[in-house]
């Protein structure tokens, strides 16, 4: 082999030296910025827990009212609707719909009229309207006050859509998977066959759906970890 030969190969060996401790050092600094970026996206995903409202302390009768839990924001008004095509009008006849609590009793609502602060079927059809500043899924609502034969109609969209009627007061709302804004919860007279529903809330539960680039951000991650796995094998190989 001639010298010149021999200096080729030198310089090659040194080269590919150079080349792998570059690869190790971006390894190194790439590594800490996708896990960094992994770290927050699954914080993010993770802090979307349930969040409950409750309504067992006084307000009063109003028109609407806040509340907030986390970076989630309710607006509680009132409104009635019509039983049998399902449509609402949000804050009743004339603007007279009222929407209160009270201490230990729960969640009402007042309609023209109306002068209890449940929420039911007497006069107008009730009620509820819970509008968020962000999209939640629906998980549960708890309710009080009940007899026997209560039933309730569940809305939700914007606009405010029937998703059921005269739904059985134990029904599981998280298993239909209704993500919205809105929700509605209402009363209806069942008729001349049927009692009135009747009937306050004392809390509902929700949970935030988590923002696309909380999601992106989790796919990026995956992908610069699948990147960085490959780029490892090939600097092994390599040196």
């Given amino acids: 082999m001639t010298s010149s030969h021999v200096a080729l190969r030198i310089c090659k060996k040194n080269l590919v030296e150079i080349s792998v401790s570059k690869d190790k050092k971006m390894f190194k600094k790439m590594a800490a910025v996708v896990g960094t970026a992994l770290v927050l996206s699954i914080s993010s995903i993770a802090a979307q827990a349930s969040s409950t409202f409750d309504f067992l302390s006084d307000r009063g009768l109003t028109s609407s009212f806040d509340i907030s839990s986390g970076d989630l924001d309710l607006t509680v008004s009132a409104g009635y609707f019509d039983a049998a095509t399902g449509d609402v009008t ?3 006849l004339f603007g007279t719909a009222l929407v209160g609590t009270t201490a230990g009793s729960g969640l009402g609502v007042s309609n023209f009229f109306d002068t209890n602060s449940e929420i039911d079927g007497f006069g107008f059809d009730d009620i509820a309207i819970f509008s968020f500043n962000k999209e939640v899924k629906f998980e549960s609502v708890t309710f009080l006050n009940l007899d026997n034969d ?14 059921g009627f005269d739904l059985a007061m134990d029904t599981d709302l998280a298993l239909s998977n209704y993500i919205s804004t809105m929700f509605g919860i209402g009363a209806s007279d069942g008729g001349f066959f049927s009692p009135t529903d009747n009937f306050t809330i004392a809390s509902i539960s929700v949970t935030a759906v988590p ?10 991650a995956l992908l610069g970890m699948g990147w960085l796995s490959r780029r490892k094998l090939k600097s092994a190989a390599i040196a």
């Fill in 150 to 163: 209560d039933e309730f109609t569940f809305f939700a969209g914007d606009p405010l859509a029937v998703q």
């Fill in 211 to 220: 923002l696309p680039s909380s999601l992106l951000l989790f796919g990026g």
């Fill in 90 to 92: 949000p804050g009743g």
